[in-house]
């Protein structure tokens, strides 16, 4: 069973503003609600540490790899389960770039695995706010300088 999700924003900044948002990782727990620290490089192939906060009671580090790093428009990773075919999430951060100084972000997660309708039961609204919450408060960096 496959399931995607997304949320979509539109950010009054360029491109690159929004990219180099992404992809500075230690400015992560300074603005970030959902994704409180991220470690590693953006580099295909490579391994992330990624401290998850989808609420004050659920929080998980995940080990995802990075399948893309395109800037200024396109971050892809993949986690999944020790076992392979039980559940596996890919992460996804878009950049469309609407005018010179205007973009659509769109994040999203495209779920597979056996143990996918169980899990997404449990989690799916918590993830929802988590990146309605990320996307605003990018939004906001972005936007403010």
């Given at each position: 069973?496959?399931?995607?999700?997304?949320?979509?924003?539109?950010?009054?900044?360029?491109?690159?503003?929004?990219?180099?948002?992404?992809?500075?990782?230690?400015?992560?727990?300074?603005?970030?609600?959902?994704?409180?620290?991220?470690?590693?490089?953006l580099?295909?192939?490579?391994?992330?540490?990624?401290?998850?906060?989808?609420?004050?009671?659920?929080?998980?580090?995940?080990?995802?790899?990075?399948?893309?790093?395109?800037?200024?428009?396109?971050l892809?990773?993949?986690?999944?389960?020790?076992i392979?075919?039980?559940?596996?999430?890919?992460?996804?951060?878009?950049?469309?770039?609407?005018?010179?100084?205007?973009?659509?972000?769109?994040?999203?997660?495209?779920?597979?695995?056996?143990?996918?309708?169980?899990?997404?039961?449990?989690?799916?609204?918590?993830m929802?706010?988590g990146?309605?919450?990320?996307?605003?408060?990018?939004?906001?960096?972005?936007?403010?300088?």
């Amino acid at each position: 069973m496959t399931r995607r999700f997304h949320t979509e924003t539109e950010i009054a900044a360029p491109a690159e503003r929004v990219w180099d948002i992404l992809a500075d990782f230690e400015s992560y727990p300074k603005w970030n609600p959902l994704l409180k620290g991220l470690r590693g490089t953006l580099t295909s192939g490579s391994r992330l540490r990624v401290k998850v906060h989808l609420a004050w009671w659920f929080r998980m580090i995940i080990h995802p790899v990075v399948l893309q790093a395109e800037a200024p428009r396109l971050l892809r990773w993949k986690g999944s389960l020790i076992i392979p075919g039980l559940f596996a999430g890919v992460h996804a951060f878009e950049i469309e770039q609407i005018d010179n100084d205007r973009v659509k972000l769109t994040q999203s997660e495209t779920f597979s695995g056996l143990l996918t309708p169980i899990i997404l039961f449990v989690i799916l609204g918590l993830m929802r706010r988590g990146f309605a919450a990320m996307n605003t408060a990018l939004k906001k960096v972005a936007e403010t300088g």
